[in-house]
């Protein structure tokens, strides 16, 4: 087959489905440019609720063993409450701990699963307040977490985050077609005139040059953004690949092996894990929600790239403590690694800050495309006409 037809193709796909879809890739690199600094807005937009109390004088945050188990036999002891499912202890001092409680019954493929989040003042160890963590909302409390799930689910669970996947998949493949449609002649005038965007007195062909220099830099980004919403929303598709050149993490459900004896409490747990990684940070703990399973305990160590909860994830038999499966991104396999590296990388927080601005700015990148393309194809379906 010529090339002729190859890029006659290549056009065709790069332009229906840059149409088609252009608003979902819009709607999601909009959302996805405000929840790169989802941590910071949210504890902004709710002080009372995220932001932990003025210690008294000579007070110090403790998050220990003893302060996890405190809280959890508060609330447990609370009618109000009752055991929650997941605590994650505050990453500082201005921090909270939040308690999470899984709504009753699944949700169907349409709907968004609810959580329920309770805040507790890490040095009053009092309830500051709560939330339903996946609720669409525009009031403060429910801002960002409408925003996140808006971003991975479209508001509707497991169907919206198959629908997002799919998007990623057309992503990749308008900015692999973008780059093909793009490439010159390799000679410098044809390279440079590839990049220049020019006016020259007419709208349309500013709006032409602006879309293809702006798609050369922004491309090899959105490949990377996309193949990363991929894994995130169809593991399917990227799992089986990367399991062909290197071992991919076991994510094969686990049960405790020790089955007499009284289950251990939350703070004997996170105990346990310091035991492992003393010098990493306790992030999150999942309870059993049965007697058969076992913790699982979340900690991020000082040099990994991800940031937040960490991505080292312990598996502790619920009776005896013992480690079931470690996931160390440290330790990993090249093929785990690479997986691994895919939230920092869409997120930006493997480069910090600094990262993190450069997501927010190529999260921009889809409205430029679609208000460029769109009005370059409308000046030509003019012209046909």
């Known amino acids: 087959m010529s090339k002729r037809p190859i890029k006659w193709l290549l056009a065709k796909l790069h332009l229906y489905a840059g149409l088609w879809f252009g608003a979902l890739f819009v709607l999601l690199g909009l959302t996805g440019s405000a929840i790169a600094w989802m941590p910071e807005l949210d504890a902004y937009l709710n002080p009372t609720l995220l932001q932990a109390s003025t210690p008294a004088a000579g007070q110090v945050l403790r998050v220990t063993p003893n302060t996890v188990q405190a809280v959890v036999d508060q609330l447990t002891a609370d009618p109000a409450y009752g055991k929650p499912a997941q605590l994650n202890p505050p990453a500082d001092a201005r921090d909270v701990y939040v308690a999470s409680y899984r709504q009753a019954g699944k949700p169907s493929p349409f709907s968004q699963a609810i959580v329920r989040q309770v805040m507790v003042d890490p040095y009053t160890l009092q309830v500051k307040g709560e939330r339903d963590w996946g609720r669409f909302g525009l009031t403060r409390p429910l801002l960002m977490s409408g925003m996140f ?15 997002t996947g799919i998007s990623g998949v057309l992503l990749l493949l308008m900015a692999l077609s973008g780059i093909y ?11 440079k005139r590839a990049l220049t965007v020019s006016h020259g007195g007419s709208w349309p062909r500013f709006n032409y040059t602006l879309h293809k220099a702006a798609g050369f830099f922004a ?19 990227v799992v089986p690949l990367v399991d062909l050149v290197s071992t991919v993490p076991d994510t094969a459900k686990l049960n405790n092996v020790q089955q007499d004896g009284a289950l251990l409490d939350a703070g004997a747990a996170m105990a346990a894990a310091q ?14 929600a049965k007697k058969d399973q076992p913790y699982d305990i979340r900690v991020r160590q000082p040099d990994e790239i991800a940031h937040g909860d960490g991505a080292t994830r312990i598996t502790l038999d619920a009776r005896s403590g013992l480690p079931l499966r470690i996931r160390d991104p440290l ?18 927080q493997a480069f910090g800050v600094a990262g993190r601005s450069f997501i927010t700015l190529f999260g921009l990148m ?3 495309f679609m208000l460029t393309g769109t009005l370059v194809w409308w000046k030509r379906q003019r012209g046909r006409k």
């Open 219 to 237: 491309a090899p980004v959105l490949a990377v953004i996309a193949f990363s919403g991929i894994y995130f929303n169809l593991p399917q598709l």
């Open 331 to 348: 330790t990993a396999s090249y093929g785990e690694r690479f997986l691994g590296w895919q939230f920092p990388l869409h997120s930006g």
């Open 275 to 288: 035991l492992l990684y003393p010098q990493a940070r306790v992030s999150r703990i999942v309870l059993p």
């Open 181 to 191: 449609l793009w490439w010159p002649r390799m000679q410098w005038t044809a390279v």
């Open 149 to 163: 799930h808006l971003h991975r689910y479209l508001l509707t669970g497991d169907t919206g985050k198959t629908v």
């Open 366 to 368: 889809p409205l430029l």
